[in-house]
């Protein structure tokens, strides 16, 4: 009898394994494009998603160059989340040499862009109104991105809406001009309220591709949006207690437009919304003008940009390094912001440190 029930368990164990290894390969395989994006579909995802990143931590989305090993992620994956709104320029080009069969998710799909006219932006506190270039967003050429961007601007243009600028010109003259140059500011995981609906845009799509997993998905997802209301409270709580006047920083790159309106801060950089475009002597020339006429407190690097233009500036004023934001990809795992809750976290800590003291 004690030999059989041992003949028993042992068949049970050979019977076991193969299942268990059965279901760890049948993890949904998804591909995120960048970190930030990446950890929001691992947390909605759990433990029935195997996510791979592109661009991992302390990555540039922006100069980004696929490589044969990305194309063949891409192409045994079953579904790939993407930003849109123009982040990812390299994407279609990418999508089509992988022969990627799967699912693409527009985490972004029915967040309201911000419009951003010529070279720079400033983005005056909650109204967030500035001129901003954002070269790479015209790459995107995917038709449900063109499609949002174009009638964006179409909403804007039809409800008179204009954009401050500081430099004293007569712009209505320029209505034209500034139509040809609108562009598309991608960074809109900047504010947290937007994250819930990357959130939200995210477990649909798993379900989509998962339906077994339905229960899963939206239980973590639900938990996640908690925790994102919770943190979009606490931050909007701290930058309230700053005194009005010292709410503006300059930061490397035009990252931080979404959070501006979102939180009331307001955001000047030498650098248009892609890392790639370079800001000129007349740019940086102007900014440091601006510095000294308002009363600019601090600047802030950016993990993803060259600290260089922003040592410049501060030495030329009276400006100080208040420290680094983390805006288009998260910090590695031993850094202060591995994930997008403790990125809002980090941000907002530093900058309400360096603009309170």
Request: net charge negative; aromatic share 6%; hydrophobic share 40%.
């Amino acid at each position: 009898m004690r030999k059989s029930l041992t003949l028993v368990f042992g068949l049970t164990l050979i019977v076991l394994c193969p299942s268990t290894t059965a279901h760890a390969a049948d993890k949904l395989k998804a591909v995120a494009s960048f970190s930030i994006l990446g950890d929001m579909v691992q947390t909605v995802g759990g433990d029935r998603v195997e996510v791979t990143m592109l661009v991992g931590p302390d990555g540039d989305a922006h100069t980004f160059s696929p490589t044969p090993a990305d194309a063949r992620t891409l192409a045994s994956a079953d579904v790939f989340f993407v930003n849109g709104l123009g982040f990812e320029g390299w994407m279609q080009r990418l999508e089509k040499s992988s022969g990627f069969k799967g699912k693409t998710i527009v985490a972004s799909k029915g967040v309201t862009p911000l419009e951003m006219i010529g070279g720079h932006h400033h983005h005056h506190g909650a109204e967030a109104h500035g001129d901003h270039h954002d070269d790479h967003a015209k790459h995107d050429d995917h038709d449900d991105h063109a499609g949002r961007n174009h009638d964006a601007h179409a909403k804007e243009e039809a409800h008179g809406h204009h954009h401050d600028h500081d430099d004293g010109h007569d712009h209505d003259g320029h209505a034209a001009a500034e139509a040809d140059d609108m562009e598309t500011d991608p960074h809109a995981w900047q504010s947290l309220a937007n994250g819930a609906i990357y959130v939200a845009n995210i477990r649909d799509g798993l379900i989509a591709a998962d339906p077994e997993g339905k229960a899963v998905y939206e239980a973590n997802a639900e938990k996640y949006l908690a925790a994102l209301k919770k943190e979009d409270e606490a931050a909007k709580a701290a930058i309230a207690k700053l005194p009005e006047s010292r709410r503006k920083i300059i930061t490397s790159h035009d990252a931080f437009g979404y959070f501006a309106k979102a939180y009331g801060i307001e955001v000047i950089s030498p650098q248009g919304g892609s890392t790639e475009s370079e800001a000129s002597a007349q740019d940086v020339a102007k900014i440091i003008r601006q510095i000294r006429k308002d009363d600019i407190a601090a600047a802030f690097i950016e993990n993803v940009t060259d600290r260089r233009l922003i040592d410049q500036i501060t030495r030329e004023t009276d400006a100080k390094v208040g420290g680094v934001l983390y805006s288009d990809a998260l910090s590695g795992r031993d850094g202060p912001a591995p994930t997008y809750l403790d990125m809002f976290r980090h941000n907002v800590g530093v900058l309400t440190s360096a603009l309170s003291s």
